[in-house]
């Protein structure tokens, strides 16, 4: 089945300990974003990779790292976290038609 | 710069009413893409269509419909016969030409439908 997932689904945890949400697509996409999701804010971009190796900004970049080793995988890094990176979080991939596929997302609570 | 402006904040229909959720858009492309989403209360983002903005011909899948017209910039999305699994908040979105799309793919704020049984 087609799909990007996403781990973890749900996570809580405290202002400045590193974590990584990770990514996966099996759709062979070269285009891979990361996104937030806030109530009055709607979706903002974090970060995107038009392919293996090459990543960049966003509209709301900071605060979050970002590496594309691999094709099929896009982990987001957050290495301080802080209490208004507390978000839904989308991972998605993109075809050559340009249609984005969301990952199932991921609630992050940080305290 | 790219706009997607979704008017409606908020809809409420009874079972098997029509509904149009309303979708205008902004760009100084001349080749770009439109897309729907649907966001269930389970929360995920779900991909229902494209459309390229050479193509004006609107499009029918079951109960779904979507109407495009370029020169009013607007992509409307009617669902025919409304039922309560339609609940939802719906995403238009807007992405540049395939030369420019990097970064640019730009989401309206949503509608939130509401079906009552």
């Known amino acids: 089945e087609a799909q990007v997932t996403q781990n973890p689904r749900y996570l809580i945890t405290v202002t400045g300990k590193k974590l990584t949400v990770t990514c996966s697509q099996n759709?062979?996409?070269?285009?891979m974003s990361w996104y937030r999701q806030d109530p009055g804010l709607g979706l903002r971009q974090i970060y995107y990779?038009?392919?293996?190796?090459?990543?960049d900004k966003g509209d709301v970049p900071e605060g979050y790292k970002v590496s594309r080793k691999e094709k099929r995988n896009f982990p987001l890094i957050l290495e301080s976290p802080s209490p208004n990176q507390t978000s839904l979080y989308f991972c998605?991939?993109?075809?050559?038609?340009?249609?984005?596929?969301f990952g199932p997302g991921t609630r992050l609570l940080v305290l | 710069a790219q706009k997607v402006t979704q008017a409606q904040t908020e809809i409420s229909v009874v079972e098997k009413e029509d509904v149009t959720l309303d979708c205008v858009y902004e760009?100084?492309?001349?080749?770009?893409?439109l897309f729907w989403y649907k966001q269930p209360p389970s929360g995920e983002l779900v991909f229902l269509i494209r459309?390229?903005?050479?193509?004006?011909q609107n499009e029918i899948s079951g109960r779904y419909s979507w109407n495009f017209q370029k020169s009013t910039s607007s992509f409307n999305f009617t669902i025919t016969a409304s039922q309560v699994v339609d609940s939802a908040v719906y995403f238009c979105?807007?992405?540049?030409?395939?030369?420019?799309?990097?970064?640019?793919?730009?989401f309206g704020p949503g509608t939130r439908l509401s079906v009552l049984p």
């Open positions: 998605a991939s993109r075809d050559l038609g340009l249609a984005q596929y």
């Open positions: 759709m062979n996409h070269e285009y």
């Open positions: 990779s038009m392919n293996v190796e090459v990543t």
């Open positions: 760009t100084r492309d001349t080749t770009y893409y």
């Open positions: 459309r390229n903005s050479f193509d004006e």
């Open positions: 979105a807007l992405s540049g030409g395939a030369y420019n799309y990097g970064q640019n793919f730009v």
